[in-house]
């Protein structure tokens, strides 16, 4: 396994460098993607050492705060994108990740992997981050393009259909490209750990599962929930 260094770290920011440059001369919008950027690194500096501490307190109890504290910030950010009052909507989102997502964590985790305890933190924690971000983000994508679609006088039925249509792009797309045109994070991860790469393939085989799955009941979900409403908001 390779020892990243500090100057490591420093150096891998030298095309992010590049990267800012050419937004600030193209867009000018370089602040946001600075914030950004900042973001991420202080989430991740601070995850590291929570983490920590979570598996080795190897607690049920912190585990399900955690998996609920995972649960509300993805249902209030799948929301970012709908032209309306997100408040309201919170417990649809909610609601559809909790069963979609929650389904295929403990289906994964207990069925397949056999998680022993059945909270054991390294298991639970990655798999439910995957879970729950990429419900997520199928969720945004069909809100928005639902409400998009009822914006130009589409009846409701032929709406959700394309929402989620349009959703599971980016799922399906995954699941064409892998092995061909990228190795995921997941994959390269553990190939870099040292594990034999016929291993971490069957790793990566049930992570695109799960991916698929959760982003697809999840969707189905909530688009089933939000139907009145939404009905009600594009008239």
């Known amino acids: 396994m390779y020892h990243i260094t500090l100057t490591d770290i420093a150096m891998g920011f030298i095309p992010v460098l590049v990267t800012l440059a050419i937004i600030w001369q193209w867009s000018h919008s370089q602040k946001s993607a600075l914030i950004a950027i900042i973001r991420m690194l202080i989430q991740l500096m601070l995850i590291g050492y929570v ?100 914006g130009y006088h589409q009846d409701y039925t032929r709406s959700r259909n394309i929402a989620f249509q349009a959703a599971m792009i980016p799922v399906t797309n995954a699941l064409l490209a892998v092995g061909l045109v990228s190795l995921p994070g997941m994959m390269t991860g553990q190939i870099l750990a040292g594990t034999s790469p016929l291993i971490a393939s069957r790793y990566q085989i049930i992570v695109m599962c799960m991916i698929f799955s959760s982003a697809g009941i999840s969707t189905a979900m909530f688009l089933y929930l939000l139907k009145h409403r939404a009905a009600d908001e594009g008239q």
């Open 51 to 150: 983490l920590n501490f979570i598996f080795t307190a190897n607690s049920q109890w912190i585990i399900l705060l955690v998996l609920m504290f995972m649960l509300v910030a993805a249902s209030w950010i799948s929301l970012n994108t709908l032209p309306v009052d997100k408040k309201p909507l919170l417990v649809y989102s909610f609601t559809a990740i909790f069963c979609g997502g929650g389904f295929t964590l403990a289906f994964i985790s207990q069925w397949v992997l056999h998680a022993d305890p059945w909270y054991q933190p390294q298991v639970m924690i990655p798999i439910a981050g995957m879970i729950f971000s990429n419900a997520m983000n199928a969720i945004s994508l069909a809100g928005e393009r639902l409400y998009s679609e009822l």
